[in-house]
């Protein structure tokens, strides 16, 4: 079955700070998706990526997908205190019923 | 503009009864509806799916069914609960092939 890795599990900085994740996949997607989760609510949207190698920003956020097509990262400029929160990569696996599959997550938390 | 609504928000029940969760989606037509549940914070795991009234997939075996009467309403099922059925339930939807979109969450914890 798919296998979304990402990396760290969970990060710990201080605010101010810039940040990285990454999400990667034995598999080739064409679409991948990064949420954020708030603690106790649905995850929320922040970039979608449709084209291998693009390079998409959304305010301090910045993602691109991998030119593999089996990789993504997320950076996170000058951290602030409410980008605390669980953070998604997703894929689409291109079959009937529009399904993504969800990795396990990095977890951050922001020192003020 | 499209919303999705979740209900309830939290709900405590008994080994053995019964569980309806409801969710509604306002502002499109004919959407892909999903319900995934989340335990301890982490991963996100399908549990149904439908793309139209009366259409539901199954992702999993379990101790839940699913339910769509209506285009933009997605209802999520049991008889009887069990302990393992406590967790996160997340409802999402769908119109094309890029993204989902999620409700707000309904926190289930059975006792």
């Known amino acids: 079955g798919q296998q979304l890795n990402q990396s760290p599990q969970s990060m710990f900085i201080q605010e101010g700070e810039d940040v990285s994740m990454n999400c990667t996949s034995s598999?080739?997607?064409?679409?991948w998706l990064w949420y954020k989760q708030d603690p106790g609510e649905g995850p929320v949207l922040l970039i979608a990526?449709?084209?291998?190698?693009e390079l998409t920003s959304n305010g301090r956020l910045t993602a691109q997908f991998g030119i593999t097509r089996k990789d993504s990262f997320l950076n996170i400029s000058a951290s602030i205190p409410s980008d605390v929160g669980i953070y998604f990569c997703?894929?689409?696996?291109?079959?009937?019923?529009?399904?993504?599959?969800f990795g396990t997550g990095t977890s951050l938390t922001v020192i003020p | 503009s499209q919303t999705i609504h979740q209900w309830p928000a939290t709900l405590v029940q008994p080994v053995g009864s019964p569980l309806s969760l409801e969710c509604t989606v306002e502002?499109?037509?004919?959407?892909?509806l999903y319900w995934y549940r989340q335990a301890a914070g982490r991963g996100l795991q399908l549990l149904f799916y439908?793309?139209?009234?009366?259409?539901i997939s199954s992702e999993v075996p379990q101790n839940l069914s699913a339910s769509r009467p209506q285009d933009r309403q997605f209802i999520l099922s049991s008889k009887k609960l069990l302990l393992s059925d406590s967790g996160f339930y997340l409802c999402?939807?769908?119109?094309?092939?890029?993204?989902?979109?999620f409700g707000p969450g309904t926190r289930l914890t059975v006792l």
């Open positions: 999402a939807w769908s119109v094309s092939m890029d993204t989902q979109y």
């Open positions: 502002g499109t037509s004919n959407p892909n």
């Open positions: 598999s080739i997607f064409n679409t």
């Open positions: 997703a894929v689409d696996l291109g079959n009937t019923g529009n399904q993504f599959y």
């Open positions: 990526l449709y084209k291998a190698g």
């Open positions: 439908s793309i139209g009234i009366d259409q």
